[in-house]
């Protein structure tokens, strides 16, 4: 039997994604399981790897994207008893969920309840584990307290809206103007990037600090987001939006000059978060932090903001719209 997926050609923009067919499903090994895929997404980090410029990703063209899916276990690999055929189950996969058939090992797949909607499921699995890992794995924030998001009608942004009205957070967020409203309703105070100064804003109205930023901008964004922390604040940078599309910065740079910066003692901590290298290294925070993620979604304590709705072979176009960042929450790939 035959199967569709997306590949990328070659290192570059969004027309390097190729749609092919394979003429057979992939068989899996031990400890695996082969699982047919509902959704996928496209994310920022979606287009890094297109273009051969994000971190820890060494693979070469030809191979396909994809750094999350939600899917159904079609067939089970020698000594897999953990799971049965027909179950839905989420995992980072990081590259590859842009198909219809993949298979994964079982060690770190999550089962999903049935009762719940595919792209609201599959939106946590990279936008709210990565907020709710840095606010509470590597921030470590505590109830009440005050942090900046910047581009936070974003789908990362809004799961730490979301995530800190739960923990009672006075919240600051740069965004465009037109999306101030929007950012209203999750409680947090906007800034307008492109008219004012989060700097100077923030000195303003915290002149003692605050408690955490999250970052995913990079380039001279870094150094003045540590710039409006208390001395025992965190900076967790978790992108180079600006360096990775040339606008400021360099992203080799941007990285290890936070890594340099959590070594001086007189400023405040600084860390880079790549969900990536947290799921390879702690499994199971992963799947304990997507079980709570999972609950809180069914309890309807959190509720995914989904921006658009596209079918994978329309990935080209999906990647544009990321890359344009004019769509609020999380563009959802239908698979099959």
């Not at 027309?15 to 067919?21: G, M, P, S």
């Not at 410029?53 to 690999?77: A, E, H, M, Q, R």
């Not at 340099?260 to 304990?288: G, M, Q, R, V």
Request: charged share 25%.
């Amino acid at each position: 039997m035959e199967y569709k997926k997306i590949i990328i050609s070659e290192f570059g923009g969004p027309e390097v994604l190729k749609v092919v067919t394979e003429p057979k499903l992939p068989e899996p090994k031990e400890g695996q399981v082969r699982v047919k895929v509902s959704v996928t997404s496209a994310a920022f980090t979606d287009t890094l790897i297109r273009r051969g410029i994000y971190l820890g990703i060494k693979n070469k063209p030809p191979f396909s994207p994809g750094y999350d899916l939600i899917g159904t276990v079609d067939k089970l690999g020698e000594g897999v008893t953990d799971f049965q055929v027909g179950q839905k189950i989420a995992e980072l996969t990081v590259i590859g969920a842009y198909t219809e058939y993949i298979c994964l090992d079982v060690k770190t797949l999550v089962p999903v309840p049935d009762n719940l909607e595919d792209s609201e499921s599959v939106s946590l699995v990279l936008s709210y584990i990565t907020a709710y890992q840095m606010l509470h794995r590597s921030a470590k924030v505590k109830n009440g307290q005050t942090i900046l998001i910047h581009a936070c009608s974003g789908a990362v942004g809004i799961a730490i809206l979301q995530l800190g009205q739960l923990m009672n957070l006075k919240m600051y967020g740069t965004a465009s103007k037109s999306k101030h409203d929007f950012i209203k309703q999750y409680g947090a105070i906007p800034i307008d990037y492109k008219n004012e100064d989060f700097l100077e804003v923030l000195k303003k109205e915290e002149p003692n600090g605050i408690d955490a930023v999250f970052d995913p901008i990079g380039g001279s964004y870094f150094p003045r987001s540590l710039k409006v922390l208390k001395k025992k604040g965190t900076l967790v940078g978790f992108g180079y939006q600006n360096s990775a599309n040339g606008k400021d910065g360099n992203v080799v740079l941007d990285f290890f000059k936070i890594l340099f910066w959590n070594i001086l003692p007189w400023k405040p901590s600084a860390k880079f978060y790549i969900i990536s290298e947290l799921h390879k290294k702690h499994p199971d925070w992963f799947k304990e932090d997507m079980s709570q993620l999972l609950n809180l979604l069914k309890d309807g304590k959190i509720k995914p903001e989904i921006g658009l709705t596209l079918p994978l072979s329309e990935a080209v176009k999906a990647h544009k719209l990321v890359e344009e960042g004019e769509i609020k929450g999380k563009i959802v790939l239908k698979v099959g």
